[in-house]
């Protein structure tokens, strides 16, 4: 029956993914954004195309003709087209572009990962204003896990791991926020390793049905709360802050823009991320008419 459920929620990924590749194109790449216009381009998970239309819908709200790209990919390509002109915006997670950029490897609070990324941001872009919203990595257990192994932090798991299964995508065998870091950390290592999504269906149905008893999600993912999963506490700071930010080419980053995407980044918190999130994961609502609401509410 688990092996049923898995690969139903399997089949369900791979039409998800093959979606979200048709609609990454840039339309010829290298090509510049108007110069009327800001471009803001999104990486291909639904959080960050929301965060576009947010920007989007706040920018036109100034006075400021917009465009959307979403679903671009990954920030292997996402920085380039910002680099090049592709794009003019994109909503970012410091602690991943802090690594991508390959800052400072000890920065780990929101404090010091901001101010990392100030020292590595690429030239010809501009970090503005981060929000207090963050969505970072996070361990998550069943209610029925936590309640059986009293487990509140990470650190609560080191006697009971080797009986558990961990759950994450395969790069969890090799980053901070995943057995090396809770090896380091914690001293926790886990009995097996399996290969699953990152929060997708995959680890939800792997979680329910007890193929897995650990996984790794992100904060804001509705899932969470609506599968009354539990989110670990993580005081060593295995998975880095990861506050929401603009970075903006910085010809385009005018008082207009910076004043209108700091106002966002004022306002924006983790709570109306995780629920936004269910509006357009759950609900299945338009993320551009979530945005519009969202910006009409501050």
Do not use: W
Not at 259 to 265: G, K, R, T, Y
Request: aromatic share 4%.
């Amino acid at each position: 029956m688990k092996k049923t459920v898995l690969a139903a929620a399997a089949a369900a990924v791979a039409l998800t993914l093959g979606g979200c590749a048709s609609s990454g194109s840039l339309d010829g790449g290298s090509e510049e954004s108007s110069g009327d216009t800001i471009t803001i381009g999104s990486a291909n998970f639904s959080e960050n195309v929301l965060l576009a239309h947010i920007y989007a819908e706040a920018l036109e709200d100034a006075g400021v003709a917009t465009t959307v790209k979403p679903n671009i990919g990954s920030r292997e390509v996402i920085i380039p087209a910002l680099q090049d002109g592709s794009i003019d915006i994109v909503p970012e997670y410091s602690g991943a572009l802090l690594a991508y950029l390959g800052g400072d490897e000890t920065a780990f609070s929101s404090e010091d990962v901001l101010k990392a990324l100030d020292a590595v941001v690429p030239e010809g872009t501009t970090l503005l204003e981060a929000a207090s919203a963050e969505d970072k990595d996070t361990l998550v257990v069943t209610a029925e896990t936590a309640e059986k192994y009293n487990l509140v932090s990470i650190g609560d798991l080191q006697p009971v791991a080797g009986e558990l299964v961990l759950g994450g995508p395969p790069e969890t065998k090799d980053r901070r926020a995943g057995v090396p870091g809770l090896k380091e950390l914690y001293d926790v290592t886990f009995g097996e390793f399996k290969s699953v999504d990152l929060g997708g269906p995959l680890t939800v149905a792997g979680l329910n049905g007890g193929d897995i008893d650990v996984a790794l999600m992100f904060t804001t993912q509705s899932a969470i709360a609506e599968n009354n999963f539990v989110s670990l506490e993580d005081p060593e700071y295995m998975s880095l802050a990861e506050n929401i930010i603009p970075i903006v080419r910085s010809d385009r980053a005018d008082d207009t823009v910076t004043e209108a995407l700091n106002a966002v980044s004022a306002k924006l918190t983790t709570e109306d991320l995780i629920r936004m999130n269910r509006e357009i994961e759950v609900d299945k609502k338009d993320p551009q008419k979530v945005a519009r609401a969202y910006v009409d509410s501050l």
